[in-house]
């Protein structure tokens, strides 16, 4: 007899006295593909194939590369078909791999592209000069059409529409790619409701990085999508926040917790983010209301 969810259901009316533990042990077992995809982050639900697996490295060619500063590039990746969707849960990241020196190399990123882009998915990454950046050079050297082994879903965000009133966002330099995953996913979804507030520090104003499409976002959704630059060597006559991030920066742009249901996300250098836990440990803020990719 072959084992379906139908089968299993028949069989329960055929026999209601049958053991519940059997019953389960056999959906379960019919289940756990769909189940596990679940448990791993897949949209076991969407029509459209998932070309990331979170047990297997899977193999995707460079198909373009683009320069957005003298040391950061978008690089795009081909997914298998033109239809194919990456499958990465927004909050998410990947796991790339490579072959360096001898040497396996992996390293986390999250792509800038979301889930409703089919066919390729889009990386943006700074590239570091040695003794730094191993991996971050070993793309940069990639030929169009050359190969990187990417593997995921990981992480452990799991980011659900309106799970809060507000969602302030802490991060310096590349530290903006899962900031920008979660934000660019609320905004085009017209039933989330969430407010975001952004505090994006980088050295110069060379280094903010897709600086006018953060001030285009800003601008379309003024109630919703509120930004705030921090610069260690603004230029002259810069209107943004100067130095360090500091509480008091916290406390204008971010607020304290009890003033609405909010949680904060870090991302960026360690000492950065350490820094940013106590100012807002100071102000109120929980553990369990701090998240750091």
Request: aromatic residues 8%; positive net charge.
């Amino acid at each position: 007899m072959k084992l379906s969810v139908e089968s299993v259901k028949d069989y329960v009316k055929a026999n209601p006295n049958v053991a519940v533990g059997i019953v389960i042990t056999a959906v379960l077992i019919v289940m756990t593909p769909v189940v596990l995809q679940f448990l791993l982050g897949g949209k076991s639900d969407s029509s459209k194939p998932i070309a990331l697996d979170a047990m297997t490295y899977r193999r995707f060619k460079l198909s373009d590369k683009a320069n957005i500063s003298k040391n950061t590039r978008i690089f795009r990746f081909a997914l298998n078909t033109p239809e194919q969707r990456l499958g990465l849960p927004i909050g998410r990241h990947i796991s790339l791999k490579a072959n360096i020196d001898g040497k396996d190399v992996r390293r986390p990123y999250t792509p800038i592209s979301g889930d409703d882009d089919l066919g390729y998915f889009d990386l943006l990454i700074k590239v570091y000069p040695e003794p730094h950046g191993t991996m971050s050079r070993h793309l940069d050297s990639l030929k169009i059409g050359d190969s990187i082994d990417v593997r995921g879903p990981s992480g452990s965000f799991d980011y659900k529409p309106n799970m809060k009133k507000t969602l302030a966002m802490i991060c310096g330099g590349t530290g903006l790619t899962p900031m920008w995953q979660v934000f660019t996913a609320i905004l085009k979804n017209p039933d989330d409701v969430t407010e975001i507030r952004l505090i994006f520090a980088n050295v110069t104003v060379d280094d903010i990085l897709l600086q006018e499409r953060l001030d285009q976002l800003q601008s379309e959704n003024p109630d919703r999508f509120k930004l705030y630059y921090v610069l260690n060597d603004p230029p002259p006559g810069w209107s943004g926040g100067v130095g360090f991030v500091s509480e008091d920066m916290i406390r204008e742009h971010v607020g304290t917790p009890s003033a609405s249901d909010k949680m904060v996300l870090l991302c960026g250098p360690p000492p950065m983010t350490a820094a940013m836990r106590k100012h807002l440990n100071k102000l109120g803020y929980s553990d369990s209301e701090i998240f750091k990719f």
